[in-house]
């Protein structure tokens, strides 16, 4: 995003980035969504856990390596590419989350 006054502050840029994952996170329906240490977690609501198919369909469209933890609802972590900055893991998650949606 740009205007006028020059291009968009770091701190804006990641408020930006913060609330789509807010707002992919609710269009998952997950319980919990978040990046730390290389990794995407999205957990999913006990109560309203995903059809089989639209996880499976996610997992073989996924290019990073995952783990499904299926012991406490669902949990579904991603390794991020660790070369990359935050910024840009946190880019990926958000193409990750879409991508999930769109299954």
């Known amino acids: 995003m740009k205007d006028r006054f020059g291009p968009l502050p770091d701190k804006a840029s ?12 609710k269009q998952a329906d ?7 240490h290389n990794v ?6 006990l109560e309203n856990l995903p059809p089989r198919d639209k996880v499976l369909s996610f997992t073989a469209k996924a290019p990073s390596v995952l783990r499904i933890d299926a012991s406490k609802g669902l949990k579904i972590t991603i390794s991020l590419d660790e070369k990359k900055k935050y910024q840009d893991q946190f880019a990926d998650a958000l193409e990750l989350l879409q991508l999930y949606i769109n299954s």
């Open 14 to 25: 990641w408020l930006l980035m913060y609330f789509k994952l807010n707002i992919l996170a």
């Open 30 to 36: 997950l319980q919990n969504c978040y990046v730390r």
């Open 40 to 45: 995407l977690t999205m957990e999913f609501k």
